[in-house]
T-cell receptor, first 111, second 111 residues
Framework: GENVEQHPSTLSVQEGDSAVIKCTYS??????FPWYKQELGKRPQLIID?????GEKKDQRIAVTLNKTAKHFSLHITETQPEDSAVYFC??????????FGTGTSLTVIP | DTEVTQTPKHLVMGMTNKKSLKCEQH?????MYWYKQKAKKPPELMFV???????INESVPSRFSPECPNSSLLNLHLHALQPEDSALYLC??????????FGEGSWLTVV
């Protein structure tokens, strides 16, 4: 499959601090980059996405930025809360509706 | 509401059994997917159906056989599985070029 690199693999932050997760993708990825949150024992859920004609998108405490030149996009969570603790996956889409996921980031928010 | 339903939620099968996983979506999405997810790993793409035709097979062993009876239904037929095939199997759907939405998954154990 196609390659999406994700860093860091684990991240611990104090409640109220910000968390940033970064992904890079290989050539020829399409124009759509979603982020998913997966809580233990549950399905991945789409939390925010961005298209290549937009540099940044924000939804309350979460935001995603995209740098197409550098082929990377990032998830920013501000004012983190314990319920933000989960595994986060970035994804990218290639021709033929092929969605590939990054390796995941396990986020722990310490109360 | 974005809803993809999967049955069964849990399945235990022997290595000589034949079983099927089922998936249904009523969002009018034209692409449907099977992913396999092992613990602490990202979802791994297995198959993609676009407009009811198999468009992507990620070199999945023939003991997994997908079927798309119509635009709303997707099955995964299982035969002669190995213990290492035990995993969470996720069905998903998407509209062309947008985020995919996952079902709750089927937890498969091969004994």
């Amino acid at each position: 499959g196609e390659n999406v690199e994700q860093h860091p693999s684990t991240l611990s932050v104090q409640e109220g601090d910000s968390a940033v997760i970064k992904c890079t993708y290989s050539d020829s990825a399409s124009n759509y980059f979603p982020w998913y949150k997966q809580e233990l024992g549950k399905r991945p859920q789409l939390i925010i996405d961005i298209r290549s004609n937009v540099g940044e998108k924000k939804d309350q405490r979460i935001a995603v930025t995209l740098n197409k030149t550098a082929k990377h996009f990032s998830l920013h969570i501000t004012e983190t809360q314990p319920e933000d603790s989960a595994v986060y996956f970035c994804a990218a889409i290639w021709t033929g509706n092929q969605f590939y996921f990054g390796t995941g980031t396990s986020l722990t928010v310490i109360p | 509401d974005t809803e993809v339903t999967q049955t069964p939620k849990h399945l235990v099968m022997g290595m000589t059994n034949k079983k099927s996983l089922k998936c249904e979506q009523h969002m009018g999405h034209r692409a449907m997917y099977w992913y396999k997810q092992k613990a602490k790993k990202p979802p791994e793409l297995m198959f993609v159906y676009s407009y009811e035709k198999l468009s992507i097979n990620e070199s999945v062993p023939s003991r997994f056989s997908p079927e798309c009876p119509n635009s709303s239904l997707l099955n995964l037929h299982l035969h002669a599985l190995q213990p290492e095939d035990s995993a969470l199997y996720l069905c998903a759907s998407s509209q062309d070029g947008t985020g995919i939405y996952f079902g709750e998954g089927s937890w498969l154990t091969v004994v």
